[in-house]
């Protein structure tokens, strides 16, 4: 593949170190997270960390929520929260300081697993500039700075895409299947990735079913959860669809992908999708940045059936994921040409 | 040109988009990282977690409700996850008038209609409850034919619903 044998002219020898910058740019920000008194409380994060001490306390994750007077069926799926409860019994770290302390590791996994796309689908500069990418984006920082399980999710869904990029079957439905467990916003975005990619393959019976197994054994995992939680299939009554108050992403919300990102999106698209990249990859990232532009903008599939208003306005945050990877395809690309055209000028 | 050269540019390149990158950051994603509660009401929860029953129910914002189930899983009226919960607009809406409401009798009745035993009351900050932030109306809760005052500090009273 042209992507693997490009590189800026040994302008950057030490690979290692600049992700080791990176990584210790995105821990010391993110740092502010435990010297406070108490962990950023947007985004409802004292909610989960109520039911993973709950589970602490009795032993067993609860049937019924503490939230809203509480008393009624609790259908949160549990992953994230088990994880921490997990952590927490095993550590005797109080669970709100864990979640805190866990907010920094799973940013951290999730730098690693985008840094490991781009090395897998470009080169080790490409994952290095989406990486760098990564921590110059606010929607991405914003999501990844409080102690949610869509932060995990923000891992998992990633991290099941590398499988699948890398033809791990086995691996892909497997993460698929704890994605399903970890936040259904972020199960939507993974299943309709799988959809997409799996309808560009059929031709491909091998590769079709790389990323169908993984969307079944997702959608048969959530549907045992909720058989189980809610006794019934149907998910249209939950108050996200019907009140659908999320805030529509319109331009104010789309610069929150952070300017620089914006600036190599463009280059990144047209190198990603015109240059010799492996039809599988270019495939797999073509998915995930539609099915994410699709779920994002959900308005306007209401506003199609007559309906107003958003089901919910966190899909943006995993298309924003899709572009740093292909915005760091633009910057790698941008700044390879530069050099190129530098060292033929005569000094 | 000299290698030299060119990595010093495509340092300056790299470090200027990192900067205005980072600034970005710091301006967008610092709001988000807010307390929002004050420290007093985070050490509110130690006397809620011994002093009152299991099964008590609190009146609060829900940043403060959330604050309390976090710390001591006592089930606050509003905050949480509210995809399945019966009436949870309902629940705003009443939060609200608590808070709102200059008669003591009015909250009090509204408190008891969903059982609640305890009000969160904190006294530096405004609440928000699911309709955007309001200032508390404090009088009505010095009613001790209806509030009892169990526990107060810098930030934050707790009454008892009588």
Redesign the interface.
């Given at each position: 593949m042209e992507w693997q044998s490009k590189k800026?002219?040994?302008?950057?020898t030490n690979r290692h170190f600049l992700l080791l910058v990176i990584i210790t740019?995105t821990v010391l920000?993110r740092i502010?997270?435990l010297t406070?008194?108490?962990i950023?409380?947007?985004?409802?994060?004292?909610?989960?960390?109520?039911i993973i001490?709950?589970t602490i306390?009795t032993s067993y994750y609860p049937s019924y929520?503490?939230?809203?007077?509480?008393?009624?069926?609790?259908?949160?799926v549990p992953a994230y929260r088990l994880l921490i409860t997990s952590l927490s019994i095993t550590s005797g770290i109080d669970p709100?300081v864990l979640s805190g302390i866990m907010t920094i590791v799973i940013a951290v996994l999730i730098i690693i697993v985008i840094y490991s796309i781009g090395y897998r689908m470009g080169n080790q500069y490409v994952g290095l500039s989406a990486a760098?990418?990564f921590?110059?984006?606010?929607e991405l920082?914003?999501f990844t700075?409080?102690a949610l399980p869509e932060l995990l999710g923000l891992f998992m869904l990633p991290l099941t895409l590398y499988f699948v990029s890398r033809d791990y079957r086995s691996l892909a439905i497997l993460t698929a299947m704890v994605t399903a467990l970890t936040h259904q916003m972020t199960l939507l975005a993974l299943a309709l990735t799988l959809f997409l990619y799996s309808l560009m393959r059929i031709r491909s019976k091998e590769k079709f079913l790389l990323g169908f197994l993984p969307l079944i054994a997702a959608c048969v995992t959530y549907g045992a959860w909720q058989v189980y939680s809610?006794g019934t299939l149907n998910i249209f009554g939950?108050?996200?669809i019907q009140?659908r108050e999320g805030t529509i992403v319109g331009l104010e919300i789309f610069g929150?992908m952070?300017?620089?990102?914006i600036?190599f999106l463009i280059p990144g698209l047209y190198t990603f999708f015109t240059d010799k990249v492996k039809a599988d990859h270019r495939m797999l990232l073509a998915a995930w940045l539609i099915a994410t532009f699709i779920l994002t903008k959900n308005d306007l599939i209401f506003g199609l059936i007559g309906e107003k208003g958003i089901f919910m306005d966190r899909f943006f945050t995993f298309f924003v994921q899709c572009a740093v990877i292909l915005g760091g395809f633009g910057l790698f690309y941008l700044?390879n040409g530069?050099?190129e055209q530098?060292?033929k000028?005569?000094? | 040109m000299k290698k030299s050269i060119r990595l010093v540019l495509a340092l300056l390149i790299l470090s200027s988009l990192t900067i205005a990158g980072l600034y970005q950051v710091k301006v967008q994603v610092d709001p988000w990282l807010e307390p929002v509660v004050a420290e007093g009401e985070l050490q509110a929860t130690e006397w809620i977690s011994n002093n009152t029953p299991e099964d008590a129910k609190f009146v609060a914002g829900i940043f403060g409700g959330e604050v309390i189930m976090g710390m001591t899983t006592r089930p606050p009226l509003v905050g949480g996850d509210w995809a399945n919960a019966p009436d949870p607009t309902g629940n705003m809406n009443d939060v609200q008038s608590i808070y709102l409401a200059k008669s003591s009798k009015d909250a009090h009745t509204l408190c008891k209609g969903h059982n609640c035993t305890h009000i969160s009351v904190p006294t530096e900050r405004q609440v928000h409850a699911g309709y955007g932030w309001i200032d508390i109306e404090r009088e009505k809760f010095e009613d001790e034919m209806y509030f009892k005052l169990v526990y107060d500090n810098s930030d934050v009273m707790i009454y008892a619903v009588i």
């Amino acid at each position: 593949m042209e992507w693997q044998s490009k590189k800026p002219s040994d302008l950057v020898t030490n690979r290692h170190f600049l992700l080791l910058v990176i990584i210790t740019m995105t821990v010391l920000y993110r740092i502010k997270t435990l010297t406070g008194y108490i962990i950023p409380t947007f985004g409802n994060t004292m909610y989960h960390v109520g039911i993973i001490r709950e589970t602490i306390e009795t032993s067993y994750y609860p049937s019924y929520e503490l939230s809203y007077g509480g008393g009624f069926e609790h259908f949160y799926v549990p992953a994230y929260r088990l994880l921490i409860t997990s952590l927490s019994i095993t550590s005797g770290i109080d669970p709100m300081v864990l979640s805190g302390i866990m907010t920094i590791v799973i940013a951290v996994l999730i730098i690693i697993v985008i840094y490991s796309i781009g090395y897998r689908m470009g080169n080790q500069y490409v994952g290095l500039s989406a990486a760098l990418l990564f921590i110059l984006s606010p929607e991405l920082t914003i999501f990844t700075t409080r102690a949610l399980p869509e932060l995990l999710g923000l891992f998992m869904l990633p991290l099941t895409l590398y499988f699948v990029s890398r033809d791990y079957r086995s691996l892909a439905i497997l993460t698929a299947m704890v994605t399903a467990l970890t936040h259904q916003m972020t199960l939507l975005a993974l299943a309709l990735t799988l959809f997409l990619y799996s309808l560009m393959r059929i031709r491909s019976k091998e590769k079709f079913l790389l990323g169908f197994l993984p969307l079944i054994a997702a959608c048969v995992t959530y549907g045992a959860w909720q058989v189980y939680s809610m006794g019934t299939l149907n998910i249209f009554g939950i108050a996200q669809i019907q009140y659908r108050e999320g805030t529509i992403v319109g331009l104010e919300i789309f610069g929150r992908m952070g300017i620089v990102v914006i600036l190599f999106l463009i280059p990144g698209l047209y190198t990603f999708f015109t240059d010799k990249v492996k039809a599988d990859h270019r495939m797999l990232l073509a998915a995930w940045l539609i099915a994410t532009f699709i779920l994002t903008k959900n308005d306007l599939i209401f506003g199609l059936i007559g309906e107003k208003g958003i089901f919910m306005d966190r899909f943006f945050t995993f298309f924003v994921q899709c572009a740093v990877i292909l915005g760091g395809f633009g910057l790698f690309y941008l700044l390879n040409g530069l050099d190129e055209q530098l060292s033929k000028v005569k000094s | 040109m000299k290698k030299s050269i060119r990595l010093v540019l495509a340092l300056l390149i790299l470090s200027s988009l990192t900067i205005a990158g980072l600034y970005q950051v710091k301006v967008q994603v610092d709001p988000w990282l807010e307390p929002v509660v004050a420290e007093g009401e985070l050490q509110a929860t130690e006397w809620i977690s011994n002093n009152t029953p299991e099964d008590a129910k609190f009146v609060a914002g829900i940043f403060g409700g959330e604050v309390i189930m976090g710390m001591t899983t006592r089930p606050p009226l509003v905050g949480g996850d509210w995809a399945n919960a019966p009436d949870p607009t309902g629940n705003m809406n009443d939060v609200q008038s608590i808070y709102l409401a200059k008669s003591s009798k009015d909250a009090h009745t509204l408190c008891k209609g969903h059982n609640c035993t305890h009000i969160s009351v904190p006294t530096e900050r405004q609440v928000h409850a699911g309709y955007g932030w309001i200032d508390i109306e404090r009088e009505k809760f010095e009613d001790e034919m209806y509030f009892k005052l169990v526990y107060d500090n810098s930030d934050v009273m707790i009454y008892a619903v009588i």
